[in-house]
């Protein structure tokens, strides 16, 4: 069984920055692709960013803005989330693939403008 507890949401003033942090626990190899998805209100979910075995993945609204990493030592994911939008505002959820998909419980990002 996997586990994925987020943290780092909050409400920022526009143009700050946040970083998302992810860890996973249970059976988790460096080989799982994880990564962060959103969903606004009355709008689906979306993939913001994702690590794979053979690269990085960025939605192209947060290219440039945002950046992802990983911590194969503590089975941590982090999103480092620059020069913030409104439209960022959304649920953020932490997203991995073992042997099925497994996500986080969310943390709310929310951007004033």
């Known amino acids: 069984q996997v586990q994925l507890v987020e943290s780092g949401g909050g409400l920022v003033q526009a143009g700050g920055s946040l970083r998302l942090s992810c860890a996973a626990s249970?059976?988790?190899?460096?080989?799982?692709?994880m990564g962060w998805y959103r969903q606004a209100p009355g709008k689906q979910r979306e993939l913001v960013a994702l690590i794979t075995s053979v690269g990085i993945n960025y939605a192209d609204s947060v290219k440039g803005r945002f950046a992802i990493s990983r911590d194969n030592a503590k089975n941590t994911v982090y999103l480092q989330m620059n020069s913030l939008k409104p439209e960022d505002t959304a649920v953020y959820y932490c997203y991995l693939n073992g042997k099925r998909g497994y996500w986080g419980q969310g943390t709310q990002v929310t951007v004033s403008s």
């Open positions: 249970g059976s988790i190899f460096s080989s799982n692709a």
